[in-house]
């Protein structure tokens, strides 16, 4: 399956990135696009610090497959769609109802 994964294409659109991704954006031609391509980007899109590294070697056990921002800094993980697109709407969408 794709990874999906908004940051890789925020990485893609670099200079072009005002804080809102859109729909159109994931549409863009890059290979760093996992919404286009499947797998993995060609290259790292960050220098990971020494916790990523280790969360890496020893990944947690866990049934998540969708993560978005909580915009504080932090993450909410879901393990299903339902509830994925619930935190969408928590954590992303603006009170007007606009992404």
Not at 14 to 22: A, I, M, P, T, V
Not at 71 to 82: E, P, T
């Amino acid at each position: 399956m794709p990874l999906q994964t908004d940051p890789t294409v925020i990485y893609a659109l670099r200079e072009n990135f005002d804080g809102n991704l859109r729909k159109k954006d994931l549409s863009i031609d890059s290979p760093y696009n996992t919404y286009k391509h499947i797998g993995l980007p060609p290259g790292p899109v960050a220098s990971p610090g020494l916790k990523s590294v280790i969360a890496a070697l020893y990944p947690a056990q866990t049934d998540y497959l969708y993560f978005v921002s909580r915009q504080d800094g932090g993450h909410q993980f879901s393990a299903n769609l339902i509830d994925h697109n619930r935190a969408v709407a928590e954590f992303q969408l603006k009170k007007s109802g606009k992404p």
